[in-house]
């Protein structure tokens, strides 16, 4: 993304058949006026490249972050699935993680 000559940021975000999944960003805050948001302006003009090229869904992926509840218009939980081999090692991590 860039105003000007000036390199304002990178979105990395990734497309699986019809659902846009926003990954990671980067902003160059020095090179903008104090005080500016330029993921408010970035992020829909991502969202809008990907409804323009047929993705149906935009997800921004785990977290609570405020700009997510103020750019989405709905939610759905995330699941985390881990599957491991029975082995000593395993256990004994699965033990950790309880004690923990």
Not at 28 to 36: F, I, S, T, V
Not at 66 to 91: F, N, S
């Amino acid at each position: 993304m860039q105003c000007g000559t000036t390199v304002v940021g990178f979105i990395y975000a990734f497309r699986y058949r019809n659902v846009a999944c926003f990954y990671q960003c980067g902003y160059n805050y020095r090179g903008l006026p104090e005080h500016n948001q330029p993921g408010y302006l970035a992020l829909p003009l991502v969202i809008e490249h990907y409804a323009a090229t047929g993705a149906r869904t935009f997800e921004f992926l785990a977290g609570e972050d405020g700009y997510k509840r103020r750019l989405a218009t709905h939610h759905r939980p995330l699941v985390w699935l881990e599957v491991q081999r029975p082995a000593l090692r395993t256990a004994l991590l699965r033990l950790y993680r309880r004690l923990r």
